[in-house]
């Protein structure tokens, strides 16, 4: 009697362990996924460096560009400082001045000291012809402005003629290298490691499926584990923005 009530015992306790069993079998999730991800790449912006007018833009908004390309150039206005001669004109119309006043002095029109006015004026014409001048006069010097990294031209509403100063953003570059950053449930992180390769799915592509590695993961924060996931394949000549939404699983 004793054995029997023993063996229905443990029957229940088997029952009842391969309920719990079953249940965390059927509740755990097939795969880890997350809808909150998104596309991010590097954008740097590029200023003018000089104030001036933009002579020439040459590319167009969302042109795909390489590095060292040039994009637009700044024409600016330089004062330069120039050695010259004298063109002489001062010292004749001194000599003309002179020779009249001579004459003018001679016939008792005009007095001595008038007569010393106009003499001391040609000493002083004299001399400078024989001086060479400084003048600032002003140049044009064009700069250009390059594509510091590969990618994606993000013009910034300036055209041909535009007058900008030396901070002036001209254009911004999205970088042609793109990669996911994406935020998975704290409840994953035992899971969630560095070099698990997962499965993307782009939003705008919803008919294709990337595959990637998870490359870096941070502490948890207020949206979750953050996660920075490296595309597999090359994605430079896919229409990716920064923003576009995706779904990552982990295999």
Known sequence: MINRKLTVLGICILAVFGGIIAFNIKTKPEQIETLNAFISSE???????????????????????????????????????????NDGQKLK???????????????GVISQAEY??????????????????????????????????DGVVVLNNLKNGDTVNKEAIIAKVNSSHKEINAYFPVSYKDEIKTGCSVNITVIKFPEKTFTGKIQEVSLPDNKGIPVKISFDQDTSNLDFLNGDSAIVKIK
Not at 65 to 73: D, P, R
Not at 93 to 107: H, S, T
Not at 125 to 142: F, R, Y
Request: glycine residues 4%; proline residues 3%; positive net charge.
């Open 43 to 85: 954008s740097v912006s590029i200023q003018s460096g000089n104030s001036g007018i933009i002579k020439n833009i040459q590319v167009k908004q969302s042109d795909k560009v390489q590095k060292g390309q040039v994009l637009a150039e700044i024409e600016t206005s330089v004062p330069v400082t120039k050695t010259v001669k």
């Open 93 to 107: 119309q001194a000599e003309e001045k002179y020779e009249n006043a001579a004459i003018m002095y001679k016939d």
């Open 116 to 149: 010393d006015r106009y003499l001391n004026n040609l000493e002083k014409e004299q001399n400078n012809a024989e001086k060479p001048q400084n003048k600032v006069i002003l140049t044009s010097q064009v700069t250009k402005i390059y594509a510091p990294i």
